[in-house]
């Protein structure tokens, strides 16, 4: 039953799935927060796992980068997969001074740049991405609990990551939160497919500071937000 994109057969991804876009930090994934995780997709390297997390299956699927990247993947995995329930775990760049290095952030709504929104739904209507709220609300109780340093709110998909033309201090002022790349084209791919979607992120470097992680923390050291997605995943009703 393979696609294009995943070779993987029917019944070898779980109905909950993380979606890193590093394939990387998907092999980090399987290899130190799931057991028995087997590979079931390397093709173009974006690899795919599944295992479980405290006995519940769950996969965990690369997207690369971009919102074309991860409609792909997000459209194959609901669509030809079954799957259900999907939280992108992934680095965001923040553009506010209270959001910092290292500060969770849990996407509520994704604004976006993109045509994604004008392309699907043609002139005259702009649609507007938001989460699953059970997802939300459970990853805000979680993280609450767990004492996390976190920020809920409207963060902002965008198609270029060089952009110096964007007005960030026009998104800072209608409190925009951060920047990434594929939220926007999951929330609206979830809501097409009837699935919950949820994006949890951590910030890998201050566009107003400055400050930034390394590639190697990107890539491994962001342990809290993993674990937040799953236990998000396998406790939202």
Not at 116 to 143: C, H, Q, W
Not at 186 to 212: F, P, W
Request: proline content about 3%.
């Amino acid at each position: 039953m393979a696609t294009p994109h995943i070779q993987a057969e029917k019944g070898e991804i779980a109905s909950i799935v993380l979606l890193p876009g590093d394939p990387l930090r998907a092999k980090f994934i399987a290899e130190n927060f799931l057991e028995d995780a087997k590979l079931y997709n390397s093709v173009r390297n974006t690899f795919g796992y599944t295992g479980t997390y405290k006995g519940v299956e769950i996969s965990v699927q690369a997207t690369g980068m971009g919102m074309p990247s991860m409609s792909i993947y997000a459209n194959e995995l609901m669509r030809d997969y079954g799957v259900k329930t999907l939280i992108r775990v992934g680095t965001t760049g923040s553009i506010r001074e209270e959001v910092k290095v290292r500060d969770i952030v849990i996407s509520q709504a994704a604004s976006t740049d993109s045509n994604i929104i004008r392309t699907t739904f043609g002139d005259g209507i702009f649609y507007a991405p938001i989460s699953d709220f059970g997802l939300l609300r459970k990853s805000v109780e979680l993280a609450e609990e767990e004492g996390l340093t976190y920020h809920v709110g409207n963060t902002f998909g965008e198609d270029r990551f060089y952009n110096d033309e964007m007005n960030k201090d026009k998104l800072r002022e209608y409190n925009l939160l951060c920047l990434e790349m594929e939220i926007p084209a999951l929330y609206m791919l979830a809501a097409k497919y009837n699935c919950r979607a949820l994006g949890i992120l951590t910030v890998s470097d201050h566009l107003i500071t400055g400050e930034q992680t390394s590639s190697d923390e990107r890539q491994e050291g962001f342990g809290k937000m993993v674990e937040l997605a799953l236990e998000t995943a396998i406790q939202a009703s």
